[in-house]
């Protein structure tokens, strides 16, 4: 079993920086790929950024350039990094886990980021 417990989120000014994290239970050795979905009100959730175990990144078009996705595999957390927040940031961020064959989802309970305008 695997838990995922973020931290990092937070209420921003626009313009400005958070970094959130997720730290896993266990060995990430069998993740295939993780990373961070985000859900706003009434809004459908969305992926932001996942990386695979080959260290192959993809973002959503809309924060490409803004946020960065990395991990640390000896510390078994992966970091969102959030440059240039915008209003339409706001949202809870929940990390994600991609494990095994077959493939299981994980997820953790999610942090909320709020950017005020």
């Known amino acids: 079993q695997v838990q995922l417990v973020e931290s990092g989120g937070g209420l921003v000014q626009a313009g400005g920086s958070l970094k959130l994290s997720c730290t896993a239970s266990g060995s990430t050795f069998s993740f295939r790929s993780w990373g961070w979905h985000r859900q706003a009100p009434g809004k459908q959730r969305e992926l932001v950024a996942s990386i695979n175990r080959d260290g192959h990144t993809n973002y959503a078009d809309s924060v490409k350039g803004r946020f960065t996705i990395s991990r640390d595999n000896a510390k078994n957390t992966v970091y969102l990094q959030m440059n240039s927040l915008k209003p339409e940031d706001t949202a809870v961020y929940l990390c994600?886990?991609?494990?095994?064959?077959?493939?299981?989802?994980?997820w953790g309970q999610g942090t909320q980021v709020t950017v005020s305008s």
């Open positions: 994600y886990a991609l494990v095994g064959i077959p493939v299981s989802w994980y």
